[in-house]
């Protein structure tokens, strides 16, 4: 009897779990090693929209997620004074998009991964290093802290600063800087109702969006030099720079601790990659194409990612055909979304701004153009799931 495939995963992010229960599904034999000691991200949520969740449906868990999450409901864009510039409306990108978009913490997310895998599956305290990317003829080598490990697939989801990316393709430039900072925090604001916002001020924005379990989501960038810090805390950062903004913005930072704010400056990579994959690694999410969180796609075009390569696992030739160019072409568009939000001309905001109230007062449809080909994409496989997507169905 042949012996199953066998496949280790580098990274125990959304990305690499996605890939090694899709994987795990198809009779492979799967390793996730993670170099953290633990698997829980800091504290932050994640947006999936219709795309990622037909992707999770096909390992049987889209209907899960669907459960857990906040189904985002009416909101929109909003000015620094609070004048609403688009209002969204979920049954309308619903209906357009095949089902609805969700926010989860990534916390969530990862649990519900992990129990799809065999309890030993997953290693954490665990760096590795490809040292042999093999081919037709020999297995992959990775290198571990116990010893070497040969596999028929790597999967490298090690993320923006991935060091299996620099031994597949070491002439390529990496990541850039992408101009901003972020800020996020996960906390409760008790007492406190809103319907979920973006903001767009000259050079910075902020969102506030509700989770199902009681707590508030809020993010917060900003046009800044790289490498930056608050000279006290990143909470009275964000004091000086939001905190004369509308409701419920105020609330949300005197409900926050200086510790529960998390600042990352963002990075996406510029020129895409020659492929996604050498020998026998094959590379995903931000290992392959990290992008500005601009279009909210970055979590949910890893999973993708991931369904797509298990699909693909004996040929990993049509797993970059398939992944390369649709990746490409979304990480240019959220680097020109990221343009166009983080504006600091104030005579280029207002046109700006009267160009998004006047596609708003046509209606939702021509606002929510900028997500066809992306929120409606399906994956090559069927899904193990029933999919709930109707509009009607929100818990």
Do not use: C
């Not at 609805?100 to 997953?122: C, E, F, K, W």
């Not at 995903?284 to 969180?293: K, N, Y």
């Not at 279009?295 to 992944?323: C, K, M, P, S, W």
Request: a positive charge; glycine letters at 10%.
């Amino acid at each position: 009897m042949a012996r199953s495939m066998r496949a280790v995963v580098i990274g125990g992010g959304i990305g690499g779990l996605t890939a090694a229960a899709a994987l795990h599904r198809r009779g492979t034999q799967v390793t996730v090693l993670e170099r953290a000691p633990t698997l829980q991200p800091i504290g932050a949520a994640i947006s999936l929209s219709p795309n990622a969740l037909r992707a999770l449906d096909v390992i049987g868990l889209g209907d899960e997620i669907r459960d857990l999450a906040a189904w985002q409901g009416d909101g929109g864009l909003r000015t620094p004074r609070g004048r609403w510039l688009s209002r969204s409306d979920a049954d309308a990108a619903a209906r357009r998009f095949g089902g609805p978009l969700v926010l989860l913490h990534r916390a969530t997310l990862i649990d519900s991964l992990t129990a799809q895998l065999p309890p030993d599956a997953v290693r954490t305290a665990a760096a590795a290093t490809v040292t042999d990317p093999g081919d037709a003829h020999r297995p992959a080598t990775v290198r571990t802290p116990d010893g070497e490990l040969e596999a028929d697939l790597v999967v490298a989801a090690d993320g923006i600063r991935s060091a299996a990316r620099r031994v597949l393709f070491p002439q390529h430039p990496g990541p850039v800087y992408s101009g901003f900072t972020t800020w996020r925090v996960v906390i409760p604001v008790p007492g406190v109702r809103f319907a979920s916002h973006e903001s767009w001020g000259p050079g910075r924005i902020w969102g506030t969006h509700p989770l199902k379990d009681g707590r508030v989501y809020a993010y917060a960038a900003a046009v800044t030099p790289a490498g930056g810090h608050a000279p006290d805390d990143e909470r009275a950062e964000l004091l000086r720079r939001y905190g004369d903004w509308h409701d419920p913005i105020p609330a949300v930072l005197a409900a926050a601790r200086p510790e529960d704010v998390l600042r990352h400056d963002v990075h996406h990579i510029a020129e895409p990659l020659p492929a996604y994959h050498r020998g026998r690694v094959a590379l995903l999410g931000d290992a392959a194409h990290a992008m500005p969180p601009t279009l909210g796609q970055g979590g949910n075009q890893a999973i993708e990612d991931a369904i797509v390569l298990a699909h693909h696992r004996d040929d990993l030739a049509a797993y970059t055909a398939a992944r390369l160019p649709r990746t490409t072409a979304i990480a240019r568009q959220a680097v020109k979304v990221a343009r166009l939000d983080m504006m600091s001309n104030r005579a280029g905001i207002a046109v700006r701004n009267a160009v998004i109230a006047a596609l708003s007062k046509a209606g939702p449809a021509l606002f929510l153009r900028s997500f066809d080909g992306i929120a409606d994409w399906r994956p090559p496989q069927r899904p193990y799931a029933s999919q709930h997507t109707r509009p009607d169905m929100r818990q």
